[in-house]
């Protein structure tokens, strides 16, 4: 199966606490192997567990989702994305957090659609982007 879409940190957080329905609806429909995340949300999602230790019911979530999740490396083609896309962004003044810019980075890196409910990503130029929390089916 082809992967065709990276899903943004907001997107598995909406799904793991299953509110709004719909993101967990559109991604349980997805097909097997069709979505990803990236090393970058895997990283955000492991310090917000950090940030909160004693909240176990969102670690196991957490640990859960991560387990059957396929996860991307973040690498240099990524990294070439990044420069490339951050650089662009100041020269606009539509500047982005570094890690919205590491995932959409990533995500144009492998001609993915982002899927994300932040209309922040609006701002890069060529990203593809999908808001599941309005549904798409």
Do not use: C
Request: proline share 4%; net charge negative.
């Amino acid at each position: 199966m082809e992967i065709l879409y990276l899903l943004d940190t907001n997107t598995v957080s909406y799904y793991i606490a299953g509110n709004p329905p719909q993101v967990r609806e559109e991604l349980d429909s997805a097909s097997r192997g069709s979505t990803a995340v990236s090393t970058i949300t895997e990283a955000e999602l492991r310090y917000g567990v950090a940030r909160n230790p004693n909240a176990m019911r969102r670690r196991t979530s957490v640990e859960a989702f991560l387990g059957d999740a396929f996860i991307l490396p973040w690498d240099s083609a990524a990294a070439r994305a990044y420069g490339l896309l951050r650089a662009g962004q100041e020269r606009k003044g539509r500047p982005l957090s570094v890690e919205n810019l590491m995932i959409a980075a990533h995500a144009l890196s492998l001609g993915l659609t982002l899927v994300t409910h932040d209309q922040v990503f609006s701002y890069v130029d060529g990203l593809k982007t999908e808001d599941w929390t309005v549904g798409q089916s």
